[in-house]
């Protein structure tokens, strides 16, 4: 699948021919169905993307992560395609449909591994809970909920109106792109501005009012995987608080394997695909 990114084509034709290659199966979403995707061969991998996200947040890896895994990527309750969901929304409410879908797809007493990005990776928290042993790696890559908040100014971000022109929100994208997912706003290129555009416009879970509260913090000393935590350097969501988030997760996690990769920002796995891709694969690929 790394040939379909460079092969030249546009945007809408890379997604068409992801779309194309997966295998679509879905699992119960209270009254519809939640999307999964599936790639490869070989043991389970589940991906959780992030908030106001899809599947999509991984089209950056799931070309290699599929070449000896299996992938289950995700699209989260009440965003991509996935089913909505009623409200009031909660990490726990979201992760037990969650759960439930891989007891179906993965069932019992088979077990796998769990990449869960920003908001993925606080429902990730919560079905490792739920999952308990089930799960061997559980990697969380700079998730929100864990009650400690970002630190440092922000320039305002550009809202997204419906009476914007096609330029206007190109440039609305690429600046909150460039705010709160990336550091090298040189890596923001058509892709990821065509990615970010068709996560959003499909999103009706407002992830950061979830992601603000510490519900990922509770269920730390739950998860019976092992823990293990990817950020970027710069990662405007969390600013300068790599250490205390450090130093949270190891008062339940002494072990934790906890990696900061150099220069980049939110979404890393977009930004720095060679090093996550190798991490993930070095976090995952034992015991």
């Keep these: 699948m790394d040939s379909i990114l460079n092969a030249g084509l546009t945007p809408a ?21 939640m999307i999964w995707r599936i790639w490869g061969d070989g043991p389970p991998l589940v991906l959780l993307h992030g908030g106001y996200g899809s599947w999509r947040h991984w089209v950056k890896n799931i070309g290699p992560l599929s070449q000896n895994r299996r992938l289950y990527v995700a699209d989260n309750p009440g965003l991509g395609d996935s089913a909505s969901v009623p409200l009031p929304h909660s990490g726990e409410q979201l992760a037990a449909i969650i759960s439930n879908g891989l007891d179906q797809l993965i069932p019992a007493p088979q077990k796998f591994d769990l990449v869960g990005f920003s908001f993925g990776g606080l429902l990730g928290g919560h079905v490792g809970a739920l999952q308990g042993e089930r799960i061997r790696n559980l990697v969380v890559v700079a998730p929100g909920g864990l009650g400690i908040a970002r630190t440092g100014e922000r320039p305002p971000l550009a809202k997204i109106r419906s009476h ?15 705010i709160i997912m ?4 040189s890596k923001i290129d058509e892709l990821a501005l065509y990615l970010q555009r068709e996560t959003v416009k499909r999103a ?12 990922l913090a509770r269920v730390l000393p739950d ?17 300068t608080g790599l250490e205390r988030r450090q130093a949270l997760y190891r008062q ?12 980049a920002g939110h979404w890393v796995m977009y930004e720095t695909p060679e090093i996550f891709n190798a991490l993930v694969q070095e ?5």
Excluded: Q, W
């Design 182 to 185: 990336f550091h090298d706003a």
């Design 204 to 215: 009706r879970v407002k992830s950061p009012l979830i992601a603000r509260t510490d519900t």
């Design 164 to 178: 914007m022109s096609e330029e206007e929100l190109i440039e609305a994208h690429r600046h909150n792109l460039s």
């Design 223 to 239: 998860i019976k995987a092992n823990l293990k935590a990817i950020y970027g350097e710069m990662d405007d969501a969390t600013g």
């Design 283 to 287: 976090m995952t690929g034992g015991d």
């Design 13 to 33: 034709e890379i997604e068409r021919r992801f779309e194309d290659s997966a295998e679509r199966t879905t699992t119960p979403c209270c009254d519809g169905e």
């Design 252 to 263: 339940s996690h002494p072990d934790i394997d906890f990696r900061v990769i150099k220069g």
